[in-house]
């Protein structure tokens, strides 16, 4: 069974900083994704990010980036020049092509500091 | 215009009483999800259903079932309801190949 890591509980960053957010995984699989979600107070699941394990080129979405190594498997997130709104639970998620399932670890509580 | 909407948003109920929360989506995808959030933040699968057969059906007490008319509706019915039942549900729903998840906005369900 895969497991998801999210050795960080809380961590706090200063606006316009930069925070970084760890993740590890344990899976036999080859071919499967991850991913970064936020969840704010309103409890949306938002998207942040997605990887796919074949691709070796980290995947950026403006602020956000993540650093993959899969030899490691870690999945680390990296958010830069940090703003308020990012304030929020960040869920590091597994998905394996053949269960088609989401496997979440335990969250990081992210808080902002003005 | 909603992608996967879930109603009711809030449920406030007694022990013992059987409810039911309904979530729909619109996107066409294949594949629908129940995932449970509890009072620690953790989330956790419950079922899935591929084309309204089951798929995924984690180690949730019976009480709990899941039911699916058809690919765009996954509804979730839980009988006798216990405190330990209290908890966020999300719905979300995917598309094979495509591998993107697309969530709900969650049920708090309060049980008192």
């Known amino acids: 069974a895969q497991t998801v890591t999210q050795s960080q509980p809380e961590m706090s960053v200063q606006e316009a900083e930069t925070v970084t957010l760890s993740c590890t995984y344990d899976?036999?699989?080859?071919?499967?994704?991850l991913f970064w979600y936020k969840q704010p107070p309103s409890r949306q699941m938002i998207l942040v990010i997605r990887?796919?394990?074949?691709?070796?080129q980290n995947a950026t979405e403006n602020r956000f980036s993540v650093n993959f190594q899969k030899a490691a498997k870690s999945f680390s997130l990296k958010i830069s020049d940090s703003q308020l709104g990012d304030a929020a639970m960040y869920f590091c998620?597994?998905?394996?092509?053949?269960?088609?399932?989401?496997?979440f670890g335990s969250g990081t509580r992210l808080q902002v500091q003005p | 215009d909603t992608a996967v909407s879930q109603t009711p948003k809030y449920l406030v109920t007694q022990m013992g009483n059987d409810k039911s929360i309904k979530c729909e989506q619109n996107?066409?995808?294949?594949?629908m999800y129940w995932y449970k959030q509890d009072s620690k933040k953790f989330l956790k699968i419950m079922f899935s259903?591929?084309?309204?057969?089951?798929?995924i059906n984690e180690t949730v007490p019976n009480r709990f079932s899941p039911k699916s008319p058809d690919k765009a509706h996954l509804n979730l019915h839980i009988n006798s309801l216990e405190l330990g039942d209290s908890a966020v549900y999300f719905c979300?729903?995917?598309?094979?190949?495509?591998?993107?998840?697309?969530f709900g906005s969650g049920t708090r369900l309060t049980v008192v």
């Open positions: 979300a729903s995917s598309q094979l190949n495509r591998e993107e998840y697309t």
């Open positions: 899976t036999s699989e080859s071919d499967y994704y």
């Open positions: 990887q796919e394990a074949y691709k070796q």
């Open positions: 998620a597994f998905h394996d092509t053949g269960r088609r399932a989401l496997t």
């Open positions: 996107l066409g995808h294949d594949t």
């Open positions: 259903y591929n084309n309204k057969e089951l798929i």
